[in-house]
């Protein structure tokens, strides 16, 4: 949960290998390389599915294609409000 991992205050990058179907949606996404951190792993994968992309074209016909796609998290610059009290 992208809102848990903000309040553990972790950031980095995943780079997913995606396969854009016909129609510019993500057929598949697969993560090329971690983060290190699983939940951020899990989030971008399931981000991206909601992602639109313009469909790769051969011979004026949309193709599916593999792209890939970097997925960075920043770390928040201060602990969000709704996480309550940091353990002292």
Known sequence: DPLEVGCAQVGGQVVLQLTVGAEGKPTRANVLTSSGVPALDASATKGVQRWRFEAAT?????????????????APAERPEHCGQAAG
């Open 58 to 74: 051969r011979n004026g016909k949309p193709v599916s294609t593999d792209i890939q796609v970097p997925v960075t998290f920043h």
